[in-house]
């Protein structure tokens, strides 16, 4: 079986043919412009290489596959998080202040929220990001594993609060009388009784959403997979 070789453990361009034209960088931005502009099932091998004003054979010379020229694309768009506002002071704080970069990325290239989960194959800005998250927690007693379960979560749930406000701004207006028509439908369906469970919930003082709603969210998700063990907001054990 052919064996496969991590890109980012391969040089940045093949041994073979001219000196190079381009580098990861370049051609990863310019895969990133299409994607912004067109979706990600703009960017092909063929595309990205015409952006450059080149043929796409020439690009073969410094990825492998489509795969790996998407691979480009989301580490670059990773390395837009600033780490300087990290404190480590208030282990929630920070990792809600990666999460809200984080959010920032996928709002600015909404194409990230479709390309595949992570393959443990992960490039340069995504190890400097769990570096950094780690840094954040490091005063936990927690093992690592724990640790990263926990990033991987937070990250995961980030990412599917972005992909629904992403999809929510495609959409149309909601139709009001749709709206009515549905509500009085989940109304009929509780004064039956039988969805006691459901009827309690729904009789609790609704939330209004505002600007701090992900933040409560993002809190709540940290606090149980980790609040036990952070003691304090300062994640200091007393």
Do not use: C
Not at 1 to 23: D, V
Not at 112 to 129: K, S
Not at 148 to 168: D, H, K, N, W, Y
Request: proline fraction near 3%; charged fraction near 25%; glycine fraction near 10%.
């Amino acid at each position: 079986m052919e064996t496969h070789t991590s890109i980012w453990l391969r040089p940045a361009r093949g041994s073979r043919g001219r000196a190079p034209e381009h580098t990861r960088d370049g051609i990863a931005a310019a895969a990133v412009r299409l994607a912004d502009t067109d979706g990600l099932g703009a960017v092909t091998m063929r595309s990205v290489a015409e952006a450059l004003g080149g043929g796409s054979a020439s690009l073969y010379r410094y990825v492998e596959s489509r795969d790996e020229l998407v691979a480009l694309m989301i580490d670059q768009v990773n390395g837009e998080i600033d780490y300087t506002v990290l404190h480590h002071a208030d282990w929630i704080a920070d990792l809600l202040a990666l999460g809200r970069q984080s959010r920032d990325v996928y709002l600015r290239h909404p194409w990230l929220t479709d390309t595949t989960a992570a393959t443990g194959d992960l490039g340069p800005n995504a190890v400097e990001y769990l570096e950094h998250a780690l840094g954040a927690l490091q005063d936990l007693a927690v093992d690592g594993h724990r640790k990263l379960e926990a990033i991987g979560v937070f990250s995961a749930v980030v990412r599917l609060l972005a992909r629904t406000e992403i999809e929510q701004r495609g959409t149309a207006p909601v139709d009001r009388r749709r709206q009515l028509a549905a509500a009085a439908h989940l109304s009929q369906l509780l004064r039956d009784g039988a969805h006691p469970h459901l009827a309690g919930a729904l009789s609790a003082p609704p939330v209004d959403a505002d600007e701090d709603q992900t933040e409560r969210l993002l809190t709540r998700v940290l606090e149980g997979l980790l609040g036990a063990e952070g003691g304090s907001r300062s994640g200091r054990n007393r």
